[in-house]
């Protein structure tokens, strides 16, 4: 059926054949009058004159015998065209970055040059040596310009694009007339060759037959698992023995595995309430999608029916139902059951068992996401804010940084961080929650209380500074005691915080920020506090400092 001129096909032909002209004709046309276009903006514009033909001007020194060139046609087949492979029925209009970039690639550079097949240039009549035409051309200039010699010699040492060298012209030597034998070959014809088609059939056709065989075998011994009573078990990390998964997950494991034999995905995805788990059967290892902690699988009673597929790193001995490598350890649960009084589950903690793998209690947390784990970032941030002891009302989102694999910031600002999630192309996204130290394990709520402590506490601290915390530059005997509870003061807020102090408000700007109510913290503070150094001194007397004298 014939295609109309309207045809997406047909347009989409004309598209990637007009690539091939525009990069193997257009384009070295076009930098080609660039060039002299600079040459032109530079002033050292020199026009070449043309050589005289050898035939009508013999005795002159720049004649030439002009040489027919016979350049290679362009190849419009589309086998070799780099963008042929686009052209088909259902293919997109819209790419991604990446393959926008490549195709773009492919179109500039996946095309051969101009080739000369054959002739080309010009034979000097003088000598008989073949030269290029802008060779002929300089010669042609210098002999009749002399006074532009030295531009065309500078010309010529300017770096061009290289010239094919060719050996010079020969004649060629007569041909011998030789007669056919009677024997020959055809070499025109194509030669008949045997027919193997029917045997790849017969071949191919075995081995769809033994892949079928091998599937409905897989199929039965999968259905016998599923209606087996052995259950899926995994390793637990905390209990240190196997322990049975529900019935729930137990059905879904099964038959992820059951799809292996009809092609499917090797890894299987779990969803139990608000949990999710992920077992790739290729190591036999389940992992936690939120807390990323990993556990060993295994059939309880018995084998699997088939192999699972390899991967880069093959699943243990007793994940394929073989026996243990090595004995188990005692769990900390046991201390529990055993002669004498049991041990409390406090005191264990604090011996550091019973505490879960990534449970640090450190207040802050980071962890990446990829684009497969969007839909539980619920669940990740949760098992975070458990290992780090984050209480729910505790967390301060002002605090809570997402970043992008560009490198893009977004926090505190719903609408930033909705967008920064939502784009295909800002993953791997890294989470960071690092909160002031000063502010570690407290609620939101209390933030504005604990900046009037430390606003306070830079009034000591400076003014200790300004008295190079030495004692003996207080005057009073009862300042002195203020002046030793200050350092207390001081060494108890740097060890239970590890705050410096040094980006501490002043009190101005703390009331500006969190509002005027704030300004009664500050009553009679932001009189002495400015002047603590001079009352420690006994410079000034303090009620006469607030209320006059």
């Given at each position: ?232 078990r995994y390793k637990c990390p905390f209990r240190k023995a196997w322990v049975d998964v529900s019935d729930a997950e137990d059905r879904q494991l099964k038959e992820a595995f059951a799809a292996l034999a009809r092609g499917g995905a090797p890894v299987a995805q779990c969803k139990l309430g608000s949990l999710r788990f992920q077992t ?208 207390l003061y001081l060494e108890d807020h740097y060890y239970q915080t590890g705050d410096d102090l040094q980006d501490a408000l002043e009190w101005e700007p703390l009331v500006q920020k969190y509002g005027p109510h704030m300004e009664g913290y500050f009553l009679l503070t932001k009189k002495t506090g400015p002047g603590l150094s001079k ?15």
């Amino acid at each position: 059926m014939g295609k109309s001129i309207r045809s997406k096909i047909k347009k989409r032909l004309r598209t990637v054949k007009r690539q091939r002209v525009d990069a193997m004709l257009v384009t070295p046309r076009e930098e080609e009058k660039h060039q002299k276009l600079i040459k032109v903006a530079q002033g050292k514009q020199l026009t070449l004159l043309r050589p005289k033909n050898a035939f009508k001007y013999p005795e002159s020194d720049d004649a030439v015998f002009p040489q027919h060139e016979v350049m290679k046609p362009v190849d419009f087949r589309a086998q070799n065209l780099p963008m042929a492979g686009t052209v088909f029925r259902g293919n997109r209009r819209k790419y991604t970055n990446e393959e926008k970039d490549m195709l773009t690639k492919i179109i500039k550079e996946n095309h051969p040059k101009m080739e000369v097949l054959a002739g080309g240039g010009a034979v000097l009549a003088k000598s008989g040596r073949r030269v290029s035409q802008a060779e002929a051309e300089r010669l042609a200039t210098k002999i009749r310009r002399p006074d532009v010699a030295e531009a065309v010699e500078a010309e010529a040492a300017d770096p061009g694009p290289p010239a094919s060298e060719e050996s010079p012209m020969q004649d060629a030597p007569p041909a011998d007339i030789v007669p056919d034998p009677a024997d020959g070959i055809d070499t025109s014809r194509r030669p008949v060759l045997k027919d193997t088609r029917r045997a790849k059939r017969a071949a191919g056709h075995r081995k769809i037959v033994l892949a079928i065989v091998r599937i409905r075998w897989c199929v039965a011994s999968v259905n016998i698992l599923l209606q087996s009573a052995a259950t899926v078990r995994y390793k637990c990390p905390f209990r240190k023995a196997w322990v049975d998964v529900s019935d729930a997950e137990d059905r879904q494991l099964k038959e992820a595995f059951a799809a292996l034999a009809r092609g499917g995905a090797p890894v299987a995805q779990c969803k139990l309430g608000s949990l999710r788990f992920q077992t790739d059967f290729r190591t036999m290892l389940r992992t936690n999608v939120a807390s990323k902690r990993r556990m060993e699988v295994r059939l309880r009673d018995g084998a699997l029916p088939f192999a699972p597929p390899a991967g880069e790193d093959a699943p243990s001995r007793a994940s394929l139902g073989l026996e243990e490598e090595a004995p188990e350890k005692i769990a900390p649960c046991d201390l529990e059951s055993g002669p004498g009084r049991k041990v409390p589950h406090l005191v264990r903690q604090a011996w550091g068992q019973g505490i879960e793998d990534g449970v640090t209690m450190s207040g802050q947390f980071e962890f990446t996401m990829q684009a497969s784990e969007k839909d539980c970032f619920g669940e990740m941030l949760a098992w975070q804010m458990h290992a780090a002891g984050i209480a729910p009302q505790s967390l301060d989102n002002r605090c809570l940084k997402f970043t992008d694999a560009k490198g893009t910031e977004a926090m505190g600002n719903k609408q930033e961080i909705g967008k920064l999630l939502a784009n295909p192309g800002s993953y791997p996204v890294r989470v960071s929650y690092f909160p002031h130290p000063a502010f570690k394990f407290v609620r939101p709520e209390r933030v504005p209380d604990i900046e009037v402590t430390r606003t306070h506490l830079k009034f000591v601290q400076d003014a200790l500074a300004e008295l190079d915390g030495n004692i003996d530059n207080v005057k009073h005997t009862h300042q002195r005691r203020t002046f030793e509870r200050y350092l207390l003061y001081l060494e108890d807020h740097y060890y239970q915080t590890g705050d410096d102090l040094q980006d501490a408000l002043e009190w101005e700007p703390l009331v500006q920020k969190y509002g005027p109510h704030m300004e009664g913290y500050f009553l009679l503070t932001k009189k002495t506090g400015p002047g603590l150094s001079k009352i420690l001194r006994g410079e000034i007397d303090v009620l006469e400092y607030l209320f006059g004298g």
